[in-house]
């Protein structure tokens, strides 16, 4: 009983890393050009805040997707199954995903530096979006037991 109490709550865990993540990443995208337009130091400083929390809001992400994403692999056989390749694919996108979050947020910082910043991180985040997305279809393919669907 404990135990699915705690595979239910690692399961929770795991979506809520992922809502965050992804709509952290989301909002961020729709941000940053309206901070380009703004220009000046409010643009700017607009940009610094909204990097400095979303690296925040990345940091609390990647800790509760891997923790609960790790947890889940070995606590629900997922490492042992059918479905183990498929699963491993999706880790390492997911791994990817979280290093472009953080490439994101510090690029988004030096944009946000006066004269000689970078651009901002616009088509690092729609990729980081794109991979999430195929991250998460590959989760709930699993999750749904879909992977083994139609198996004898
Ligand atoms: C971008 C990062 C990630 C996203 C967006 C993501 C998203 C998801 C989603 C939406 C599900 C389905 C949950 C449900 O149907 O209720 C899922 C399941 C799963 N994820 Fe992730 N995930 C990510 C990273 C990871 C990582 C890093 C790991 C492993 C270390 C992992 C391991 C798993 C496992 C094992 C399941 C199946 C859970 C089960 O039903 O037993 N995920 N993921």
């Known amino acids: ?5 705690v595979d239910y709550l690692m399961l929770v865990a795991h979506v809520v890393g992922a809502v965050l993540g992804l709509g952290g990443a989301a909002y961020l995208l729709m941000l940053l050009p309206a901070a380009v337009k703004l ?8 940009m610094a805040q909204a990097a400095a929390r979303f690296k925040t809001l990345g940091i609390a992400a990647t800790w ?3 923790l609960s994403g790790g947890h889940l692999t070995f606590a629900r056989g997922h ?4 479905h183990a390749l498929l699963l491993g694919v999706k880790i390492i996108l997911a791994i990817a995903v979280i290093g472009m ?3 994101s947020s510090a690029q988004a910082e030096r944009a946000a530096q006066a004269e000689g910043g970078t651009e901002p991180p616009l088509r690092l985040l729609r990729i980081s ?17 879909f992977a083994e669907a139609g198996r004898p």
């Open 101 to 103: 979050w953080h490439a």
């Open 64 to 66: 509760l997707l891997l």
């Open 79 to 82: 490492f042992a199954s059918d």
């Open 1 to 5: 009983m404990l135990r699915e109490v």
């Open 39 to 46: 220009g000046g130091e409010p643009g700017r400083q607009l």
């Open 129 to 145: 979006l794109l991979l999430a997305f195929v991250a998460l279809a590959i989760g709930t393919w699993i999750s749904t037991g």
